[in-house]
Every structure is written in C-alpha cells, then in structure tokens.
C-alpha cells in the first residue's frame, strides 16, 4: 500500500520560505511514478503546484516560477518543495500526490495516493 506523509508547513510572515517534504512508502522508484505538490484553500478546488515525473521533467504553476523549487530524492523517497517568497494568498493546505504513469498532468483527479496534507499559513 502506497503511503505518502507531508511534513515541513507553518505559519510563515509574506516574503519568507518554507520546504516541504513528502516521505513515500510503500513502492519503489519507477520511471513510470509521477508526482507533485497540490494546494487547497478553503472554498477553492484543489489546483497543482509542481510536478515532477519519474525521468525527472518538471513543471510548475505560472504563478510560483521562480519562487518553488521541486526535488526528489529517490534513494529516500522523498520529494520537496522549497517555496520562498511566500505571499498571503498562498495559504493553503498543501498536499503530496503520487500516479502510476510518467506524463505531467494538473488534474488532481489523475493521482492514486494521496498524502493527509500540511498547512501552510501566509501572514501579510
């Protein structure tokens, strides 16, 4: 059974950084998993953040260019999320996400495994 646990959120003032870690358990690495960083406001559909396949390609958000940073750690089994410059309207619940095959994709809908979360709470 795949499992995936979300560490590293907090309250953070605008303009400072935070990194989140997803500590998956459960599999092994394959080039064929997917996975990425979601967040969800409250009153708001979940919407992706970053991904990252299993051959490494990444993508993010329009808006957090530049500021988040997606790595992974196959040996650990751990991907991250380094978000600096972080602003009000980023509070969220953020959540790890994991599927089975290699493409990119922004529909939550898509991913098998999902992590309880971690909130992140941007103060101005």
């Known amino acids: 059974q795949v499992q995936l646990v979300e560490s590293g959120g907090g309250s953070v003032q605008a303009g400072g950084s935070l990194r989140l870690s997803c500590v998956g358990s459960?599999?092994?690495?394959?080039?064929?998993?997917?996975m990425g960083w979601f967040r969800q406001a409250p009153g708001k559909k979940r919407e992706g953040v970053a991904l990252?396949?299993?051959?490494?390609?990444?993508a993010y958000r329009d808006s957090v260019k530049g500021r988040f940073t997606l790595s992974k750690d196959n040996a650990k089994n751990t991907l991250y999320l380094q978000m600096d410059s972080l602003k009000p309207e980023e509070t969220a619940m953020y959540y790890c996400?994991?599927?089975?095959?290699?493409?990119?994709?922004?529909?939550?809908?898509?991913?098998?495994?999902w992590g309880q979360g971690t909130q992140v709470t941007v103060s101005s």
């Open positions: 996400a994991a599927k089975v095959y290699e493409l990119l994709v922004w529909d939550p809908s898509e991913y098998n495994y």
């Open positions: 459960g599999y092994r690495y394959s080039p064929n998993l997917s």
């Open positions: 990252i396949s299993g051959g490494g390609n990444k």
